[in-house]
């Protein structure tokens, strides 16, 4: 689909990061058709400058309330014209465009910079009723039950601990978040894979999960270190068993990733090593968003070439991330 175009009004627009903001929209008719993974295509001024349409993920929408949140970051002209914006004010929104990422019952959600966000909107869905069962029970009555609620593990990379901001908007929700950076300033040192083979065979019960989250969601409430972190670590588990017995045993069903290509390429390689289904959200720059200009071609497995904002953002990462 095309999406359509709203005059989205404000409601929220403030500064998280040094030069990350989050901004809360009401947009009704995305809200309403919305889903993880898909994008919307904002146009900052009535003028001609900056002439393009900026592709901004959705960071969560709630078809109830008609929202939707955009998290960004200041890069050039016209993302800093979007600083400006006040409660009150609109921007002109075209969305949802594109793919969405296929959510499985137990997922390890890998994200770095902005690419934080359609992580953070999965994080929001986990709990929501997507299908329910019909069965008669004893007394010969129709019963509907619920599906039940899909799990998800969080890692997330940064350069260094000035970063971690990005982990406090998973506080929300009832998801272990784990960090990496660059530096080792906070959580381990390196990259998101340096943890995901052990996050991978631990789910599968192979091995015993030595690493420690950096929060704990709704459980921890705030971040806290060392033994305290260890003990929440505990009690959720215990907590959480019988309402994830769907995937005990089973490991991760699915890698979801998005961010800088370097990382969604050794995500992918990681999650390939274990026989891990991986989907990526390639970040490319998009035009019109509707895939029209041609300006975001990408390469396919077999000598296709994809548009990424139509065909896209979200691809089985073999189809995009290979060697021929």
């Given amino acids: 689909m095309s999406g359509y175009v709203e005059m989205a009004r404000v409601l929220r627009n403030e500064q998280i990061g040094a030069d990350v903001w989050i ?3 009401y947009a009704p008719k995305q809200a309403a058709e919305a889903e993880v993974g898909q994008f919307c295509n904002v146009r900052v001024t009535g003028g001609t400058v900056p002439l393009l349409r900026r592709p901004i993920s959705y960071a969560g929408f709630d078809k109830i309330e008609g929202t939707i949140t955009l998290l960004y970051r200041v890069v050039g002209t016209g993302t800093d014209m979007m600083t400006h914006l006040k409660e009150g004010d609109t921007l002109d929104c075209l969305g949802p465009l594109g793919s969405r990422f296929e959510m499985t019952d137990n997922m390890l959600l ?8 359609p992580m953070l909107c999965i994080a929001s869905k986990l709990n929501e009723i997507e299908d329910t069962t019909r069965y008669t029970n004893e007394e ?9 609620a899909k799990k998800a593990t969080v890692v997330l990379g940064f350069r260094n601990e000035s970063e971690t901001f990005w982990a406090d908007l998973f506080k929300a929700y009832d998801v272990p978040v784990y960090v990496t950076t660059d530096d080792g300033s906070v959580g381990t040192k390196g990259f998101p894979t340096a943890i995901m083979p052990e996050l991978i065979q631990s789910e599968r019960g192979e091995v015993i999960r030595q690493l420690t989250p950096f929060l704990h969601g709704k459980v921890a409430g705030d971040t806290v270190a060392g033994a ?3 003990d929440s670590a505990v009690n959720e588990a215990a ?8 995937v005990a045993n089973i490991g991760f069903t699915s890698v979801l990733t998005c961010g800088p290509t370097p990382m969604m390429k050794g995500v992918a390689k990681v999650a ?19 895939g029209g200009c ?3 071609g990408c390469d396919g497995r077999g000598g296709k070439r994809y548009k990424v904002c139509k065909d896209g953002p979200v691809f089985a990462a073999e189809e995009v991330f290979f060697n021929e």
Avoid: N, W
């Fill in 23 to 25: 901004m809360d929209l």
């Fill in 110 to 117: 890998v994200g770095g910079g902005v690419g934080i966000a």
């Fill in 140 to 148: 010969d009555e129709t019963v509907i039950k619920p599906v039940a």
């Fill in 228 to 230: 305290e972190v260890a």
């Fill in 239 to 246: 907590g959480a068993h019988e309402a994830s017995e769907k």
């Fill in 272 to 290: 390939s090593e274990f026989s891990v289904p991986c989907q990526v959200s390639l970040e490319e720059r998009m035009g019109c968003g509707t």
């Fill in 294 to 296: 041609l300006g975001c």
